[in-house]
């Protein structure tokens, strides 16, 4: 198996535990309270390391060798997730506990994908970054929605000590993938300079070049208003006092169908972006992935979900491949991570900050308040970046290398 193959299989495995870790908590905690602000801090310690951390982890990754930090960073989510799932199966599980399991392993998720990301260009040649993007990010939904989040409801409802001890087993399978990945991972060029001093030279990087600068803050506010939005759908969903009155496993239905339509959207965003263009492509994904937003509370119904579900994947992941791979092929090998990294803080570091928003709205003004004010945040992102990406002069020349390449 060549590098990248156990590079995906890792990510396969490691997203898996994701899918049920990050599914599964938010509904372990709505059986502990149903304070719309309690609910919401999941999404916090999920998120807040982004914030605490991204900068640093993307310096080291610049330093160290890349396949070791992401092999560190699952061991220590299974040792940290395994010892809260034994205090768990001993009855001692709270929702202050659960807060804590989440935020470790939110702690390793960043240097884990921040190196994940800045290795990948080392594993294929530059031609099939988009292809191979587009494997990853459909192995990610695969573990997150279409396997992960169905197992987090049948978990939660069998076994919740299960919901943290099966992601502990998951990620120290996917750091022994990582053992047949032979060789250096390290940059060929490594920094001697203080940490802050690397730190400081990504973020100039970023500053100065006005086209990521201008999209890492048009899906910093996306993401800061999708975060508000989902914090809190789990209230508006599920439960007897949900305006949707669903029960827990009825979520397996519809994670599969998201899934379904992001994996479709990541393996097919190298086509679409050679017919339509980067900016086109992005700029149609995150329009209508926005909308969307809308139709639980214009149709609260089962059945109305699932062809939103379909399409939330299908733009979500879609678009994620292309910029995934813009930022790849427009930033420099040696500050992949410290870029990549400034950029992801920009682009993830307001989600802990919109899980608490969504939270406190929540609760002084209803659910509804909630997504109504996401989607106008969501299109006021869309208008910020609009006039870069209607731009001709992007283009899709990775993608294109790598269609050329499987004909």
């Known amino acids: 198996m060549r590098p990248f193959g156990y590079l995906l299989s890792s990510s396969v495995v490691s997203n898996l535990a994701d899918g049920v870790l990050k599914a599964g908590a938010p509904l372990l905690a709505v059986t502990m309270t149903r304070n719309p602000a309690l609910v919401s801090l999941i999404g916090v310690a999920t998120t807040l ?46 929702l202050w506990l659960l807060l804590v399991a989440v935020l470790l392993a939110g702690v390793a998720e960043v240097f884990s994908d921040t190196s994940a990301q800045s290795v990948l260009p080392m594993t294929v040649e530059p031609g099939d970054l988009a292809r191979a993007n587009g494997r990853v990010v459909s192995s990610q939904t695969i573990g997150n929605d279409f396997l992960g989040a169905p197992l987090a409801g049948l978990v939660v409802a069998a076994l919740p000590a299960a919901v943290l001890g099966l992601p502990a087993l998951l990620f120290a399978g996917a750091a022994l993938f990582l053992l047949g990945m032979r060789g250096s991972y390290r940059p060929a060029k490594v920094s001697t300079a203080p940490l802050m001093s690397d730190i400081a030279t990504g973020l100039r990087y970023l500053r100065d070049h006005r086209f990521l600068s201008r999209l890492a803050a048009s899906a910093g506010l996306m993401n800061l208003a999708n975060s508000a939005y989902f914090a809190v759908f789990v209230l508006y969903a599920v439960g007897p006092g949900s305006r949707m009155g669903l029960e827990p496993a009825a979520f397996a239905p519809i994670s599969a169908v998201l899934a379904t339509g992001a994996i479709i959207g990541s393996l097919l965003a190298a086509r679409v972006c050679a017919a339509l263009g980067e900016g086109h492509t992005v700029l149609a994904a995150w329009l209508v992935n926005s909308l969307l937003l809308l139709v639980p509370l214009l149709a609260p119904t089962l059945w109305a979900l699932f062809p939103v579900a379909f399409l939330l994947g299908l733009t979500n992941a879609g678009s994620n491949v292309v910029v995934i791979s813009m930022r790849q092929r427009l930033i420099p090998a040696e500050l992949m991570g410290r870029v990549n990294s400034a950029y992801r803080l920009i682009g993830m570091g307001g989600m802990p900050l919109g899980s608490l928003i969504g939270g406190l709205i929540g609760t002084a003004f209803g659910l509804p308040a909630v997504f109504v004010t996401a989607v106008a945040l969501c299109l006021i992102a869309w208008a910020l970046i609009f006039p870069q990406l209607i731009s001709p002069r992007l283009t899709c020349e990775t993608a294109l290398a790598g269609i050329s390449g499987s004909r």
């Open 49 to 94: 390391p982004w914030l605490l951390l991204a900068l640093h982890a993307g310096a080291i990754a610049d330093r160290a060798d890349r396949r070791r930090i992401m092999m560190l960073a699952s061991t220590a989510r299974a040792a940290s997730l395994g010892g809260v799932a034994l205090l768990a199966s001993l009855g001692l599980l709270n």
